[in-house]
């Protein structure tokens, strides 16, 4: 099995003006000085990467925004390209975040248009799936999750699948203070690798990271994050506050 290093990646969602994203920074930086067998990422809204971009340089975080639009340029009001975000220093992106589908009309295909997008530029997207409660308790969850999956992912060879990121976060756990068990999770992830597997080959699956998000706490973090398919956290709430990330990404 491959060594997959854990990701720990910090979703701000629509918070923090510059001047916030500044103060954050100045004590985030200190405190995660030094890890090394993490990888730590900040997912910002895209004012905010003109502090990142000042604040993280030489430092052991990198950064990323959370949509993109898969076009390159053009008449697309109010959207961001690719470029755009490689040329402010962006490692991440985060598609089909399900906030985004619920309230943007994103779906699997403009997923996979904005993947394909992101990874053509040479940035990493965090695709990011999950069932709703609804669909968990209609016994629907691997089926969204298959769909998900082979759709977000349709059409793409190796070098794609190789530099991307999957997300499972139930959205019945997002932002409501009740995280999926160890057991739930395990199975998501173990589904999601299988059927990356199925579909692109073994050692496209043993080296993909499968993150965990939703509900994700300095008290549960430990236990989530040492379940052998979780190879990371995508953190909403809890990463804007410096300590409490902190706390998050030295897990142990
Ligand atoms: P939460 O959000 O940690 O606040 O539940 C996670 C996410 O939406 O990525």
Redesign the pocket.
Known sequence: MAMRKKLIAG?W?MNKTQDEARAFCSKFVGLVKGVQDREITLLVPFVDLFVLQDALTKTNISYGAQNLFWEEKGAYTGEISAQMLVALGCKFV?VG???RRQFFGETNETCNRKIKAAVKSGLVPIY?VGETLKQREDNQTFDVLKAQILEGLAGFNADFIRALVV?Y?PVW?????K?ATAEQVGKAHAFIRDGIEKEFGTELANIMKILY?????PDNARELLSLSDVDGA??????LDPEKFAKIVKFD
């Open positions: 979703n969602k985060t975040h399900s906030e990011c997300a976060e756990a997002i932002g409501t203070g995280n998000g939703g509900s994700v706490t995508l953190v909403g709430g809890a990463s």
